[in-house]
């Protein structure tokens, strides 16, 4: 952890292990230049009190001898014993001066509460500039400035002055977004309870990675939430979620992931950083859930702290409504669920609807109106070992009273050690009916899309807690040769490498590269391409090959074609671009034209490094292609998924043929070009394009790399 303390008997800096002398200190100071009622120091210190915290409370105000009943002190140096952590509630202009002062007095934790919020203002920005220089130079660890505060629960902390009453549970919550704070914890209020909850404000001394990794030990959280814009440390941030999300599910809800919301996003005064492509694949690397909006994120929440993981991927569904049994048995088999029949009981119907792959998906419809029906359903679910979650669905009909069945079914299903969801659509609940739900850990919903994303995510959750840790591999490389190809383009200024300058690179790589030659006649084109034997690719060979923006080239199967295909490329060429100086023609040994195009790309992303994406061409002009992304260094597991998601499958080798076999050689090259672009800082973008793979191999057609400039 950042951050430290001094002992003051020793005069040395001793370095925090963990956050919890911020959220479970035994002494607070509240500092303000105010004590009266309805101030903000005021509210603080009776915020404090009323939550129950036990520990020694001291307000610094100079106008009062007493705040809400405690003795206060009229500035910080008379405060006599040192305290744990200080709140403070002061305007970004006067808390300069108090850092300095809690600095020399050996206070380390810090809380810098909003005053007043403002998108854009230069003298503030320069303040909190100023705030956070200090905090480096003493080694703070500061919650703000313009943070709401914090709460803990479980200790009695209320260090806030506008955060709404949360009621106790196991939920902890982090945010950047002051406002985005109090709006969520206002609409979860009645409905979830938390453990912990922060607002980290416009400061940089607390990162996230170092809030998920204190609140995966916390032994009173079963699940962490939180809205986030941008990550700090990129690399670190995902050390610790790939941590953090093997013990406890980890919510986060982050905008500017659609188009136009990243659009959005860059109107405000902390826009995010890094591309939004980049939070996808790090949020799907990592395991974290990134629900797309608030009543997604509050929906989930609800599941995950109040049920059980399911095990399986087998799903019952009871309800007592035909038509939405049928929805949800098709929204259900949309997810992937195996919807589990429960036959047996005269009092119920099965519901059968056939799905796009012809298999057919059940639901149970309860024809009776009391509860035993439901009961003896129930019972049979409780002791089917086959059955992993149940979606109950209860539709408001004439004559139901929800108040006079709800109590009989929850006691029913608070005996069911599985994960059980209920929706109750056409129809909101009663204070009391949505109390008692609540005191049984039953999470329900309005909506039945909502019910089942919850399921899905809950069974994705627990897949991937089972998977094992990633697996890096190392290739063997030519080091030595590696940097001085680097070294020397880019003293020489050539920050493009391609065609035959990339050669030498791919080779030190032993990456499967197609030979090349260079050509300055047709005749010599021709005798190589027999030599390397057909077929063969012709491309421009020009040191001017950017100004014509493409490299021109064509394929070739016969000693006819490459004499064709010279002329119409260095012709070509010359007639649209005259003044180009064109040095013949690349010959390179490919493979059939049949075989699939794979294409690789990376990309460095300021925060989390290279990005690489993986797409494979259709193979018809104008199609959208679907394209894989992983952050590196790939695993080998990385590799194997990334493959299968952009549907490699059906494309490579025989239908019949193990996917294994048949795209092992792409995997390699995957893993490979992922050790170059981790060994070289200096390659910021390395396309291989294209990359023609079979179920027999892969070989590199072309390749282009981008360098930084060098120092020289």
């Known amino acids: 952890m950042i951050g430290f303390f001094t002992n003051s008997s020793i005069g040395s800096f ?22 009266h009622e309805g101030g903000i120091v005021w509210t603080v210190v009776k915020r404090m009190v009323t939550a129950g915290f036990k520990g020694q409370i001291v307000p610094v105000v100079p106008d009062c001898r007493e705040v809400w009943g405690i003795r206060s002190c009229k500035d910080l140096a008379s405060l006599a014993a040192k305290v744990d952590v200080a709140v403070i509630c002061l305007a970004l202009s006067d808390i300069e001066s108090v850092l300095v002062e809690l600095g020399h007095k050996g206070i380390r934790l810090l809380v810098c509460l909003a005053l007043a919020e403002t998108e854009i203002q230069a003298d503030e920005l320069v303040d909190e500039q100023r705030i956070a220089a200090l905090a480096h130079d003493w080694d703070m660890i500061v919650v703000g400035p313009k943070s ?32 985005l704070t109090q709006g969520i914890l206002d609409m ?24 998920m990794t204190f609140l995966g030990d916390d032994p009173e ?44 996003a860059l109107f ?28 997604s994120f509050l929906a989930l929440l609800q599941g995950f702290s109040r049920q059980p993981l399911p095990h399986g991927n087998n799903v019952a569904i009871l309800t007592n409504s035909t038509y939405w049994g049928t929805l949800a048995a098709n929204a259900a088999a949309v997810c992937g669920f195996d919807l589990c029949d429960i036959q047996g009981q005269p009092e119920h119907d099965t519901l059968e609807k056939m799905s796009e792959s012809g298999t057919r998906h059940h639901a149970v419809c309860i024809q009776d109106e009391g509860t035993l029906a439901w009961q003896r359903v129930f019972d049979q679910v409780r002791d089917n070992a086959q059955i992993h979650a149940l979606l109950v669905i209860i539709a408001p009909l004439p004559g139901m009273d929800m108040e006079v069945i709800l109590p009989s079914l929850v006691k029913c299903l608070g005996s069911i050690r599985k994960t059980v969801v209920i929706c109750t659509p056409q129809g909101d609940l009663t204070p009391q009916c949505r109390q008692m739900l609540t005191s049984h850990s039953l999470p329900w919903y309005h909506e039945l899309q909502q019910a089942i994303d919850t399921l899905c995510a809950m069974r994705d959750y ?7 840790y990633p697996v890096e591999v190392c290739y063997r490389r030519d080091r030595p040769r590696i940097r001085q190809i680097i070294e020397e383009a880019r003293r020489a200024g050539t920050l493009t490498l391609q065609g035959m ?10 990456l499967p590269v197609g030979e090349m030659k260079l050509a300055r006649t047709a005749k010599s084109a021709a005798k190589m391409a027999r030599k390397m034997g057909f077929p063969v690719e012709l491309k421009l060979a020009s040191p001017q090959w950017e100004r014509i923006g493409a490299l021109q080239r064509l394929y070739v199967e016969d000693n006819k074609g490459v004499y064709d295909a010279f002329w119409e490329i260095t012709e070509g060429v010359r007639r649209m671009w005259p003044e180009v100086c064109i040095s013949g023609c690349l010959v390179q040994k490919t493979v059939a034209s049949t075989t699939q195009a794979v294409c690789i790309r990376i990309v460095r992303d300021p925060q989390f490094g290279p990005l690489l994406s993986l797409c494979f061409d259709s193979g018809v002009e104008g199609r959208e292609r679907k394209a894989g992304y992983r952050l590196l260094p790939l695993s080998l597991e990385d590799a194997h998924d990334i493959i299968r998601e952009v549907w490699a499958g059906p494309r490579l080798g025989d239908a019949g043929e193990e996917p294994s076999a048949r795209l092992a050689s792409l995997e390699d090259v995957l893993l490979t070009v992922s050790q170059l672009a981790m060994d070289c800082p200096e390659v910021i973008e390395l396309e291989v394009c294209p990359v023609y793979v ?19």
């Open 268 to 295: 405000h005064r902390d826009s995010m950083l890094g591309f939004a492509r980049t939070y996808t694949t790090v949020f799907k690397q990592t395991g974290i859930l990134n629900p797309p909006d608030i009543p």
């Open 694 to 712: 079979d179920h027999h191999a892969a070989m590199i057609n072309d390749a282009r790399v981008v360098l930084t400039p060098g120092d020289f």
């Open 148 to 179: 709401l505060g914090l709460v803990n629960t479980v200790e009695g902390v209320n260090a806030s002055v506008c955060l709404p009453r949360v009621r106790p549970g196991t939920i902890a919550f982090f945010s950047q977004s002051a406002s």
């Open 221 to 264: 959280t079963s699940v962490i939430a939180g809205y986030m814009e941008a990550a700090g440390d990129g690399p670190h941030f995902l050390r610790a979620a790939q941590d953090v999300t093997k013990k406890k599910p980890v919510i986060i809800v982050r905008p500017g992931n659609t188009p136009r919301g990243a659009t959005a």
């Open 188 to 211: 979860a209020q009645d409905d979830l309870g938390f453990s912990k909850c922060i607002s980290l404000g416009k400061g940089d001394r607390i990162s996230e990675s170092e809030i």
């Open 501 to 510: 300058e990339i050669q030498p690179l791919l080779m030190a790589y032993e």
């Open 14 to 35: 001793v370095r925090f292990t963990s956050l919890d002398p911020l959220f479970a200190p035994h002494s607070i100071a509240v500092i303000g230049d105010s004590g």
């Open 462 to 468: 627990f897949q991937w807690q089972q998977k094992p």
